[in-house]
């Protein structure tokens, strides 16, 4: 799949959220004059597949809104930066983004360590933040327990609790009839969002009749499968489900 098409899967959820993102985070930055752009910054992982899509699809969507004549007639204009997949150069890139940049909102990350620790400084500096693709159920969990802390952050994708039962009920719907489905193993990287993933796994499998015969977590460095795949060939499985 191509840079640009993995960029314009992502633009309708962006495009959707975005008008009610920008006007919320006019409303915190207060009054401006008409003429000033509309900035959106954007902090994600330019290095890998997944993060390089995001600034793409935001700026595909803005270019978009700009054709139709913008905001209230106000361009959006988007900042790029890049976390290089660190939690503490999300933080650093955000403080620069509010502080200095002056942005308006911020979309950041697809990895649930950097926008858990987003967070709380978008409470603190009272500025938007939408992720459009971190799963950890923690950060919708955070916005429920204490909303007026956290209001400012969107959760703009499905939580892990949701993505094991779409995972299963697929299963059940799809593996069990017709290819006899019967026992799976768990593979998943050790990283936040598949914590909640494997327990939503381990859950759902044996209720649609799927015995979990494996469950292995690795590290997301791992380079060499070759004995997480001869540990899991020996317990036999049908299936292999991940979260990878």
């Not at 993995?6 to 309708?12: D, G, K, L, P, Q």
């Not at 209230?72 to 997949?85: A, E, H, L, P």
């Not at 779409?166 to 059940?172: A, E, G, L, N």
């Not at 292995?216 to 060939?233: A, H, L, M, V, W």
Request: hydrophobic share 45%; with cysteine; net charge neutral.
């Amino acid at each position: 799949m191509s840079e640009t098409v993995r960029a314009a899967a992502r633009v309708a959820p962006i495009r959707r959220t975005l008008p009610a993102l920008i006007a919320a985070g006019l409303v915190a930055a207060g009054p401006v004059r008409a003429a000033d752009p509309i900035k959106i910054g954007v902090i994600a992982e330019a290095q890998s597949v997944a993060g390089a899509s995001i600034p793409q699809a935001v700026q595909l969507a803005a270019d978009e809104i700009n054709a139709q004549g913008g905001v209230d007639g106000r361009q959006i204009q988007v900042v790029t930066y890049d976390d290089k997949s660190s939690a503490s150069d999300a933080v650093r890139a955000f403080q620069r983004a509010v502080s200095e940049d002056k942005v308006n909102l911020v979309i950041a990350s697809y990895i649930s360590e950097v926008v858990l620790a987003l967070m709380p400084w978008a409470a603190r500096l009272k500025t938007p933040m939408i992720t459009p693709g971190a799963a950890s159920n923690e950060i919708s969990l955070a916005v429920h327990k204490d909303y007026a802390r956290n209001k400012y952050t969107f959760h703009g994708y499905l939580t892990s609790a949701a993505l094991a039962q779409s995972i299963c009920d697929s299963t059940k719907d799809l593996l069990i009839d017709l290819m006899k489905v019967k026992t799976a193993a768990i593979m998943s990287e050790d990283a936040a969002w598949t914590r909640p993933l494997d327990v939503g796994y381990e859950k759902c499998l044996p209720e649609i009749g799927v015995k979990v015969v494996d469950h292995i977590r690795f590290s997301p460095d791992t380079g060499d499968f070759t004995p997480i795949y001869n540990k899991i060939e020996a317990a036999k499985p049908d299936l292999i489900v991940t979260g990878i």
